[in-house]
């Protein structure tokens, strides 16, 4: 059983930027891909980023690239979103997700890959 606890949401202007963490409670991390989702009211869940269990390839959606950024710390069991230049229609619930992979460099995006799920943290972007 993995749990995944989600942190450093919050309420900022248009142009800030944010440091997500999402903290794995396992043993062998480095055996799982991590990724980061979103959902804002009304819509469905959708891909943000992802990042092999080795950490050597990411994926973004085409809506995030070049202003955020996922990068993972295998020694602290943990795995970051860095979100600068935000929008308003980046406001949601950030979900961070993992499932373990054979291939050291998947990066999945298909919200039914996952298996495990943090219970989200609110973004808010003003304009």
């Known amino acids: 059983q993995v749990q995944l606890v989600e942190s450093g949401g919050g309420l900022v202007q248009a142009g800030d930027s944010l440091r997500l963490s999402c903290a794995a409670s396992?043993?062998?991390?480095?055996?799982?891909?991590m990724g980061w989702f979103r959902q804002a009211p009304g819509k469905e869940r959708e891909f943000v980023a992802a990042i092999s269990r080795n950490g050597l390839r990411t994926n973004y959606a085409d809506s995030v690239k070049g202003r955020f950024t996922i990068s993972r710390d295998n020694s602290k069991n943990t795995v970051y979103l860095q979100m600068n230049s935000l929008k308003p229609e980046d406001t949601a619930v950030y979900y961070c997700?993992?499932?373990?992979?054979?291939?050291?460099?998947?990066?999945?995006?298909?919200?039914?890959?996952?298996?495990?799920w943090g219970q989200g943290t609110q973004v808010t972007v003003s304009s």
């Open positions: 997700a993992a499932v373990q992979t054979g291939d050291a460099y998947s990066t999945p995006s298909a919200g039914n890959t996952w298996r495990y």
């Open positions: 396992v043993r062998t991390f480095s055996s799982y891909a």
